[in-house]
């Protein structure tokens, strides 16, 4: 069947480090693929998406890049914030069902 | 995209009662989806909510324990029954953005503590 692995947190950085959150996924045919983030006490908001092979989702600095040839959707951003401490979640969407990863939580010290 | 309200937004239960969450949408949805987020950990479908028709239970989730009701294309509720500690999470409404491959808008959560 589907499914997402991500990499295992807690991740912690100091601000202005380069993030990099790791997710692979398993599908039959080309599912659409997001990075969801969940701020503390918060749901979950879209952060990025791609819908196929190649493609590059980006959104408030944060990219990925949709690589069919090696399963991968890994989350980078250049320089990261306080603000940008949440838990990340990696999904792969085939028909009307979502995949969800387990979950990164990201801390970022001053 | 589409905006979620969905109350409450936590709440503190005794074991043995029911806790009846809801989500109400800004735009008509054909379909929406239910999802518990276990302490620390992902999410779990728990039911696809089509209005005028039964919700469809994921594996491990029964009707009787979280009965489901879509009155219309705006609204939904979610009724954890029976409740124990087991059930203390997160619980999760979401919908379909427009387009398909366009990803989903969640609800803020309503988080339950079964005590």
């Known amino acids: 069947g589907n499914s997402v692995t991500q990499m295992e947190g807690p991740v912690t950085l100091s601000e202005e480090a380069f993030l990099t959150i790791n997710c692979t996924y398993t599908a039959t045919g080309y599912p659409s693929l997001f990075w969801y983030v969940q701020y503390p006490g918060e749901g979950l908001q879209l952060l990025l998406k791609a819908t196929k092979a190649d493609d590059k989702g980006s959104n408030k600095g944060f990219e990925a890049t949709y690589r069919k040839e090696t399963t991968s959707f890994h989350l980078e951003k250049g320089s990261v914030q306080v603000s940008d401490s949440a838990v990340y979640f990696c999904?792969?969407?085939?028909?009307?069902?979502?995949?969800f990863g387990a979950g990164t939580r990201l801390f970022v010290k001053a | 995209s589409a905006v979620i309200s969905q109350k409450p937004s936590r709440d503190i239960c005794q074991r043995g009662t029911s806790l009846t969450i809801q989500c109400q949408v800004d735009?008509?949805?054909?379909?929406m989806f239910w999802y518990r987020q276990q302490p620390g950990q992902s999410l779990t479908l728990i039911a696809t909510?089509?209005?005028?028709?039964?919700?469809?239970?994921e594996s491990g989730f029964v009707i009787d324990k979280f009965p489901i009701s879509r009155p219309n294309l705006t609204f939904s509720t979610l009724t954890v029954s029976n409740m124990s500690p087991e059930d203390s999470s997160i619980y999760l409404c979401s919908v379909e953005d427009r387009g398909q491959g366009a990803g989903y808008t969640f609800g803020s959560g309503t988080r339950l503590t079964v005590v």
């Open positions: 735009s008509q949805v054909t379909m």
């Open positions: 999904a792969s969407t085939g028909g009307f069902k979502t995949i």
């Open positions: 909510a089509n209005q005028g028709s039964e919700a469809t239970y």
